[in-house]
């Protein structure tokens, strides 16, 4: 077989491709219908400006190259909501706040994981920048789902997060070196490792689970009430979504949070492997310096895809040869996808038809 494509990339083929513009389609129809406008930026920037951008993660996993105009470095992106920040920022940094963004695009990394071995992606989401509050986060995390709802994807749960959940409660009482140390025994939920550093802690590992036990617990441990008013605002966002999803809490999770403030988010798919997209608050640095709170989700395409989450159905109808022009253009106005034969021969199985226009009507075939 020639034309092999490098590791990590690969093809996507009918109906899937259809499947994957659909999900696009769908996912930025629900947005657009909330406000949000879509923005494309360019696949490459220069390096140093998006490294800048990118906060934590940098440049580790952008593919670079040399620019042959400008003899600089280009880098291409491994996520777009650094891109959709700096719009925000600057061509559009005259824009009333919040102002509302949404965007699709492919994306690419320099190398893949064990879990995730795939290097291009599709990326869709929506940033609000402007603002951070708890009505922001729960309109955001509220498109998040609706727009996946409406794209087909079923059985979806949402994990809550709080990003700078060890750094509210220890305050002033650890110095930077115990601080990360504590955040790395958190993560690996190493009981024994968070008892050496501070024993108060060791709740914080039991405080996971699902949603009204976990923030039962936490608010039990919150006795000087230093996270009061993130546990208030994270109880509002999940009012807000009516039980039309799953809720659990993981408050120490931080793994693909690193840049997020005071909410994090990660949303699942029955039947999928792994998280089908992410969000939460975070800032973004105006050119003088300034940061501006923002808040926002990403959605993987390509997992919820694998899955045939929101494929739809495959519906053709089939014309035989001979038939009318204006026959096909009445039901393509009626929204059928048609395909006519062009030689006598043809058939509706040959063209993967679903139906065939029989006596002037649409007919199912027998499956």
Same mark, same amino acid.
């Given at each position: 077989?020639?034309?092999?494509? @490098?590791?990590?990339?690969?093809?996507?083929?009918?109906?899937?491709?259809?499947?994957?513009?659909?999900?696009?389609?769908?996912?930025?129809?629900?947005?657009?219908?909330?406000?949000?406008?879509?923005?494309?930026?360019?696949?490459?920037?220069?390096?140093?400006?998006?490294?800048?951008?990118?906060?934590?993660?940098?440049?580790?996993?952008?593919?670079?190259?040399?620019? @042959?105009?400008?003899?600089?470095?280009?880098?291409?992106?491994?996520?777009?909501?650094?891109?959709?920040?700096?719009?925000?920022?600057?061509?559009?940094?005259?824009?009333?706040?919040?102002?509302?963004?949404?965007?699709?695009?492919?994306?690419?990394?320099?190398?893949?994981?064990?879990?995730?071995?795939?290097?291009?992606?599709?990326?869709?989401?929506?940033?609000?920048?402007?603002?951070?509050?708890?009505?922001?986060?729960?309109?955001?995390?509220?498109?998040?789902?609706?727009?996946?709802?409406?794209?087909?994807?079923?059985?979806?749960?949402?994990?809550?997060?709080?990003?700078?959940?060890?750094?509210?409660?220890?305050?002033?009482?650890?110095?930077?070196?115990?601080?990360?140390?504590?955040?790395?025994?958190?993560?690996?939920?190493?009981?024994?490792?968070?008892?050496?550093?501070?024993?108060?802690?060791?709740?914080?590992?039991?405080?996971?689970?699902?949603?009204?036990?976990?923030?039962?617990?936490?608010?039990?441990?919150?006795?000087?009430?230093?996270?009061?008013?993130?546990?208030?605002?994270?109880?509002?966002?999940?009012?807000?979504?009516?039980?039309?999803?799953?809720?659990?809490?993981?408050?120490?999770?931080r793994h693909g949070f690193e840049y997020q403030t005071w909410l994090g988010f990660s949303i699942f798919a029955q039947g999928v492997r792994g998280e089908i997209g992410r969000g939460g608050s975070y800032t973004v640095i105006h050119p003088d310096g300034?940061?501006?709170?923002?808040?926002?989700?990403?959605?993987?395409?390509? @997992?919820?895809?694998?899955?045939?989450?929101?494929?739809?159905?495959?519906?053709?109808?089939?014309?035989?040869?001979?038939?009318?022009?204006?026959?096909?253009?009445?039901?393509?106005?009626?929204?059928?996808?048609?395909?006519?034969?062009?030689?006598?021969?043809?058939? @509706?199985?040959?063209?993967?038809?679903?139906?065939?226009?029989?006596?002037?009507?649409?007919?199912?075939?027998?499956?």
């Open positions: 077989m020639t034309g092999l494509l @490098p590791e990590g990339f690969h093809d996507r083929l009918p109906p899937a491709a259809d499947a994957a513009a659909r999900l696009e389609t769908r996912v930025l129809g629900v947005a657009r219908l909330y406000g949000y406008e879509q923005v494309d930026p360019p696949l490459a920037e220069f390096a140093d400006e998006l490294g800048a951008r990118l906060k934590a993660g940098g440049l580790r996993d952008a593919v670079r190259f040399i620019d @042959p105009v400008s003899q600089r470095t280009l880098a291409i992106r491994p996520d777009l909501t650094a891109q959709v920040g700096r719009i925000a920022v600057t061509r559009m940094g005259h824009h009333p706040r919040p102002v509302r963004l949404s965007y699709a695009g492919p994306v690419l990394k320099l190398s893949a994981s064990e879990l995730n071995p795939q290097r291009a992606m599709r990326q869709i989401g929506c940033e609000l920048i402007g603002l951070d509050s708890v009505a922001a986060a729960r309109e955001v995390v509220g498109v998040a789902i609706e727009a996946l709802a409406g794209a087909g994807v079923t059985g979806l749960a949402l994990d809550f997060t709080l990003p700078d959940l060890v750094d509210t409660l220890a305050g002033e009482t650890l110095d930077a070196a115990r601080l990360e140390a504590l955040r790395e025994r958190l993560d690996a939920k190493d009981a024994g490792g968070v008892a050496a550093i501070d024993s108060r802690y060791l709740p914080l590992i039991e405080a996971a689970g699902p949603f009204d036990a976990a923030m039962g617990r936490l608010r039990a441990i919150d006795a000087g009430k230093a996270l009061a008013s993130r546990l208030d605002g994270v109880a509002e966002i999940a009012a807000g979504l009516g039980g039309k999803v799953a809720l659990t809490l993981d408050p120490t999770e300034r940061e501006e709170m923002a808040v926002g989700f990403s959605l993987f395409a390509d @997992p919820i895809l694998d899955a045939g989450l929101g494929s739809g159905e495959r519906r053709r109808l089939f014309l035989p040869y001979g038939t009318p022009a204006e026959a096909g253009a009445k039901l393509r106005a009626e929204g059928w996808v048609t395909v006519a034969a062009l030689e006598p021969g043809d058939t @509706p199985e040959a063209q993967l038809c679903s139906h065939v226009l029989q006596d002037g009507e649409p007919r199912a075939l027998a499956k």
